[in-house]
C-alpha cells in the first residue's frame, strides 16, 4: 500500500516562496504521476501541478513541480506567493495499475 507524506508548509509572508515535499513508501516503485493539488475553504480541489514518469510536466504560473526518482519523492516550489495561494496543498500520485493515492495534506498560509 502506498503511503504519501507531506512537508514544508507553514506560515508565509506574501512576497516570499517556499518547497513542499512529498515521499512515497510502501509499494512505491511502481509510480506514474505524481503531482499536487489545492484547497481553499469554500472551493474545489484543483490541480497545481503533475509530473509523470517520463519527465513531462505541467504547472501553474510561479509553480514548478520536480521529481527524485530515487528518492521517490516529489517537490512543489511557489514563488511570489500571494494571499490567494493560502490552501490545504495535497500530494496524489498515481501507479500502472491507475490506482490513486492521497496525503493527507499540508496547510500553507500566507501572510500580508
Known amino acids: 500500500q502506498v503511503q504519501l507524506v507531506e512537508s514544508g508548509g507553514g506560515l508565509v509572508q506574501a512576497g516570499g516562496s517556499l518547497r513542499l515535499s512529498c515521499s512515497a513508501s510502501?509499494?512505491?516503485?511502481?509510480?506514474?504521476?505524481m503531482g499536487w493539488y489545492r484547497q481553499a475553504p469554500g472551493q474545489e480541489r484543483e490541480l497545481v501541478a503533475r509530473?509523470?514518469?517520463g519527465g513531462r510536466t505541467t504547472y501553474l504560473d510561479r509553480f514548478t513541480i520536480s521529481r527524485d526518482s530515487a528518492k521517490n519523492t516529489v517537490y512543489l516550489q511557489i514563488d511570489s506567493l500571494k494571499s490567494e495561494d493560502t490552501a490545504v496543498y495535497y500530494c496524489n500520485a498515481m501507479d500502472v495499475r491507475r490506482m490513486m493515492y492521497w496525503g493527507r495534506g499540508t496547510l500553507v498560509t500566507v501572510s500580508s
Open positions: 510502501g509499494s512505491s516503485t511502481g509510480l506514474t504521476t
Open positions: 509530473v509523470g514518469s
